[in-house]
Structure formats: C-alpha cells, structure tokens
Nanobody, 126 residues
Framework: QVQLVESGGGLVQTGGSLRLSCAASGRTFSSYAMGWFRQAPGKEREFVARISPSGGSTYYADSVKGRFTISRDNAKNTVYLQMNSLKPEDTAVYYC???????????????????WGQGTQVTVSS
C-alpha cells in the first residue's frame, strides 16, 4: 500500500507560479510511474502530467504543455509539479497518483492508476 500526500496548493494571480509536491510512503516509490490529475467543480477529473519511474520520460496534457513541468526525486519519495503562467482555467483540485501496474506505459486514464492522494486546491484569480 502506498500513501500519497499532496501539498503546495493555494491562491495565485493569473500569470503566477506554484509548485505542488506529493510525498509518498513506502520503499517502492521508484518503481511506480507517477501522475498528476485535476478536477474542477462540475467537471471530470482530467490528466495533467505523468513521469516514468526513473524520470526519463514525461507526458503532458496539451492544455499545460510548455507551462507545467513534472519531476521526481526518488531519494525523497517525492514528485513535483511546477506550474508557471497560471490561468484561471487551471483552477482545480490537483491530485497525484501512482501507477503500479503499468509503470512503463504512458497512461492518461485515471482508472489505470492504483493509488491516489487527497488532493490540494489551486485557485488562480483573474
């Protein structure tokens, strides 16, 4: 079992930046792919970014490509999401997730992730 705890959310103005962190428990973090998803009020949870176990491969939703960067530190059992040039439409609860079953794939489907954090709120004011 893996426990994931997100932090770093908050209120920021349009054009600002935030860095989200997700700390994982357990000794198998480096064997999982990690992803970030987000869910705005009244909308489905959507894929944001994914990183392979070693950090060598990353994937992004078109809506955040060029603005967001996913990274990980396996020594600290932590994955990050650096968010720059934030827009009001980025407002959502952001969740990190771990893919244990297919870590070397490129899944953007939330049902294919095995563990989830509780989420952290990001609000971008206009």
């Amino acid at each position: 079992q893996v426990q994931l705890v997100e932090s770093g959310g908050g209120l920021v103005q349009t054009g600002g930046s935030l860095r989200l962190s997700c700390a994982a428990s357990g000794r198998t973090f480096s064997s999982y792919a990690m992803g970030w998803f987000r869910q705005a009020p009244g909308k489905e949870r959507e894929f944001v970014a994914r990183i392979s176990p070693s950090g060598g491969s990353t994937y992004y939703a078109d809506s955040v490509k060029g603005r967001f960067t996913i990274s990980r530190d396996n020594a600290k059992n932590t994955v990050y999401l650096q968010m720059n040039s934030l827009k009001p439409e980025d407002t959502a609860v952001y969740y990190c997730a771990a893919d244990r079953s297919s870590p070397y794939g490129s899944s953007r489907v939330r049902y294919e992730y095995d563990y989830w954090g509780q989420g952290t709120q990001v609000t971008v004011s206009s």
